[in-house]
């Protein structure tokens, strides 16, 4: 089996045309979905840790704050320290920059935290860059195509294989919308397939726009059964796999339509994991749409979340159970400019203004 089989049970990929609509056909079995998005790679030299110093994964959200006190601090997400290729007084780290990465030209003196302690500072920077590699194709195995792709098949022509922008529609074993992903579909090959007559192999080049985290291929396995039943199953992860699951339901989320409880509604949150802030939203999206919910993945967010269509309808009430935990856990948070902030006592601010009465136990 190859090690990109996500195949469980009844789990359907659907390809579909985003720009008219082409149903592009359906299979049971995907291979190439994981990998890593475009990482940028940074050395920082003259590094000066503040406490022991960053090793393997290091924070999802790393902020760098300039020297000058002029320039905005950027963002490296899902950040990485690679210690072995350091210089003697460097400190190597890669991560997701995306359109927050450092200003042109500046490479000057930073310090680092990420978002709930220094991590230390540097007197200038250099970006690394990557060794190309190649990207290893999607491949639908068993798939059905559908007329339009039958068409474009037996044309043969570069631009007959190019399908354009696509969404692959993932459903998990019980039929229930798990995910969709982007990708620019150009098909490279096909071939009769080993699942059944009148069915191909079909291979897209390229990648998806964003591929599943290799980190998440547990989390995305999991889920392809269906969600969770029980409350709490994140409770055992580290703090990167929550932001993985945390990301996947919010995107499940927005697959699924919901009804909100009438006003009044009783609560109650399980406080005895929420040690880190993807633990807090995933407790409240627990809390309201049950094991494996959804109710926001930060502060604006949690505030739209309130405002209906996301299972809740003001006034209601909620009982937090050991909130101590997060109180202790998420009362000294950093801003992006390194500021400290009261996290737990925002998010209470924000319940409160959208009509959730919290009754802390």
Not at 50 to 72: F, K, N, Q, Y
Not at 79 to 89: F, I, N, Q, T, V
Not at 193 to 204: K, T, V, Y
Request: net charge negative.
């Amino acid at each position: 089996m190859h090690e990109d089989e996500t195949r469980r049970g009844g789990a359907r990929y659907t390809l579909t045309d985003t720009e008219y609509g082409h149903d592009w056909g359906a299979c049971a079995q995907a291979e190439g979905l994981f990998g890593e998005g475009l990482r940028e790679t940074y050395e920082l030299l003259g590094w000066v840790p503040e406490g022991a110093s960053p090793r393997g994964w290091i924070g999802h959200r790393v902020w760098w704050v300039p020297d000058d006190g002029e320039l905005d601090p950027w963002l490296l997400e899902d950040a990485e320290s690679l210690g072995g290729r350091a210089r003697k007084d460097g400190l190597v780290l890669t991560g997701l920059d995306d359109h927050l990465g450092p200003p042109e030209g500046y490479r000057g003196p930073v310090r680092l935290h990420d978002e709930h302690q220094w991590l230390g500072a540097c007197r200038e920077f250099t970006r690394i860059l990557p060794p190309e590699r190649a990207e290893r194709p999607l491949v639908l195995r068993g798939f059905a195509p559908g007329d339009e792709l039958r068409r474009a098949l037996m044309a043969g022509t570069r631009r007959s294989l190019d399908l354009g922008e696509a969404v692959l529609k993932v459903r998990d074993d019980r039929g229930a919308p798990l995910a969709d992903l982007l990708l620019w579909a150009t098909v490279s090959a096909w071939r009769p397939s080993a699942h059944g007559a009148d069915l191909i192999d079909l291979e897209l080049e390229g990648k998806l726009s964003t591929p599943v985290p290799e980190q998440a291929r547990p989390l995305w396995e999991r889920r392809l059964a269906g969600p969770p039943k029980t409350p709490g199953t994140w409770g055992a992860l580290d703090t990167r796999q929550r932001w993985a699951w945390l990301d996947h339901v919010q995107g499940r989320a927005f697959l699924r339509a919901r009804e909100d409880r009438p006003p009044g509604h009783p609560y109650e949150l399980d406080g005895r994991h929420v040690t880190d802030v993807p633990g807090l939203y995933l407790a409240l999206g627990e809390a309201v749409n049950g094991p494996g919910g959804y109710f926001g993945g930060c502060l604006g967010a949690l505030d739209d979340c309130l405002g209906g269509t996301f299972g809740y309808t003001a006034p209601a009430t909620l009982l937090w159970r050991d909130a101590v935990t997060a109180r202790d856990r998420l009362s000294r948070v950093l801003t992006p400019q390194g500021e400290p902030y009261d996290l737990f006592a925002e998010t209470l601010d924000v319940l409160a203004d959208g009509g959730l009465q919290v009754t802390l136990a």
